[in-house]
């Protein structure tokens, strides 16, 4: 008899490391502060609206349409960004994307007397609401998976970008009317370079190799793709709302000076960017979707209340007040889940879908409140609407999303490429992440 030939056991599957490392906390802090700054340029034309209608002698819906513009086309841009992201790196799109910004921010400085350019002008501004989509994936790619909620939630605190405008625009605007677009565009260079000295891919960063139109064509065919993109809109749109169209809202209807009204509405912008990361860490202990639809439960009660138009002080600050913490927790639960669903090299294609279905949320309720309060001379009317997208969200994302399950081979467990859902007695699929060795951390 020959000698048996010995079966080689192959090696135990490598495990994901459980701590960042610190080029993993350079990556996020300059992530942040690049999405800051961005976000402030992309939000510039809202803290002046007031001021532009009054000098051009706009309407209320031609006032929300110019601080509308920026919005859908940085949402609509995130898009594509995104999967140029997957496929060049956020080390090239970040400071790329920056530095393209700075075009449109000082082309503000000539167009601030005329409506058709600052609708021109606003139309490139939103290249600065696109950055969102080179983030997430660069954050996402380097934090292991039971720290990616809270670390993707620190990173959307560059939301607070849009507080930033809402208190130092007009701020700046007092000490010289071209000020405030030559401040932010001096930002924006700076960023750009530091961008580009300091930002660095992961060292496993899957590039992927088909074409930008294969790509989002296999994002868009992921059916969680699309569910997560209702709950953002409704989540981040709300925020994004709130951020365009506050300071007009209390200077029309509470009398607010410009000033007061940028200062209140900024204060709101900064609770939304405090408890996004909230959002985010909860997500990590608790299923995001329990936590999305929580959030959005209490926007829903609190959008009634306001919708009766109570005093600001106390009862209107409280309800606003809450209804941003929960926006703000909603759109860091949100993502939380779309870091555990998407596959690593889908990330990009998949966030600018997503993030773009968000902005776009944001992009339709100014044009509404502006068009209903022209029409009917109250605003109540749209918040009873905020209010029901708000419960349409939380039964959703309570009934439906608690069912998802992590991806694997690049399609969800409640939805895969060709649609079909498996929630409901199917076995959970390991989650890819957890799957996947990190060789810059072991």
């Known amino acids: ?21 610190a080029s993993a906390y350079r990556n996020l802090v300059l992530a942040t502060i690049g999405f800051t700054l961005t976000f402030w340029a992309w939000s510039l034309i809202a803290p002046l609206g007031s001021d532009y209608k009054d000098r051009l002698g706009l309407s209320s819906f031609q006032q929300s349409l110019l601080v509308a513009v920026p919005v859908i086309v940085g949402s609509l841009g995130r898009i594509p960004v995104g999967a140029l992201t997957d496929r060049y790196g ?6 790329l994307v920056t530095a393209f910004t700075i075009v449109p921010v000082l082309l503000l400085i000539p167009a601030k007397n005329s409506y058709g350019a600052l609708l021109a002008v606003g139309f490139l501004l939103g290249l600065g609401g696109t950055t969102f989509a080179i983030g997430i994936p660069l954050v996402n790619s380097w934090f292991p998976p039971a ?22 625009t007009t701020r700046i605007a007092e000490h010289g009317v071209n000020l405030p677009f030559i401040v932010v565009a001096i930002a924006l260079a700076a960023f750009a370079v530091l961008g580009a000295l300091l930002i660095t891919d992961h060292p496993d960063r899957q590039v992927p190799t088909t074409t930008l139109a294969t790509r989002l064509g296999s994002a868009g065919r992921l059916r969680v793709t699309w569910e997560l993109s209702a709950l953002y809109a409704i989540g981040f749109g709300g925020i994004v709302a709130f951020g365009v169209y506050l300071p007009t809202y209390l200077k029309t209807w509470y009398n607010l000076s410009p000033t007061d009204a940028g200062t209140k509405a900024a204060g709101f912008a900064l609770v939304t960017v405090v408890f996004r990361p909230v959002g985010g860490r909860l997500a990590d202990l ?15 009660l609190m959008a009634i209340v306001q919708a009766f138009d109570p005093q600001l002080n106390p009862t209107g600050t409280v309800c606003l007040l809450l209804m941003t913490a929960g926006l703000g927790t909603a759109s860091g639960s949100v993502f939380a889940l779309v870091s555990q669903v998407t596959p690593q090299p889908q990330v990009g294609s998949v966030t600018g879908i997503v993030g773009a279905m968000g902005g776009l949320g944001g992009f339709v309720p100014p044009l509404v409140m502006g068009a209903i309060y022209s029409a ?17 969200g939380c039964v959703y994302a309570f009934g439906r999303m608690r069912t998802i399950r992590p991806s ?12 079909r859902s498996t929630a409901g007695g199917s076995t959970p699929a390991e989650p890819r992440s ?7 951390e072991t």
């Open 147 to 168: 720290e990616r909620g809270l670390a993707l939630g620190v990173f959307g605190m560059g939301m607070g970008g849009v507080a930033l405008s809402g208190y130092f």
């Open 286 to 300: 608790i299923h995001p979707a329990v936590v999305t639809a929580g959030a959005l439960a209490l926007v829903a």
């Open 376 to 392: 009917k001379g109250t605003y109540s009317i749209g918040f009873m609407l905020l209010s029901d997208l708000s419960l349409a």
């Open 408 to 419: 694997t081979g690049g399609t969800a467990a409640g939805g895969s490429s060709t649609g």
């Open 1 to 21: 008899m020959g000698t048996a030939t010995p079966i080689a056991t192959p090696p135990p599957a490598p495990t994901a490391p459980t701590k960042p490392t």
């Open 90 to 95: 956020a080390k090239v799109m970040f400071p």
């Open 434 to 440: 957890d799957r996947t060795p990190d060789r810059s």
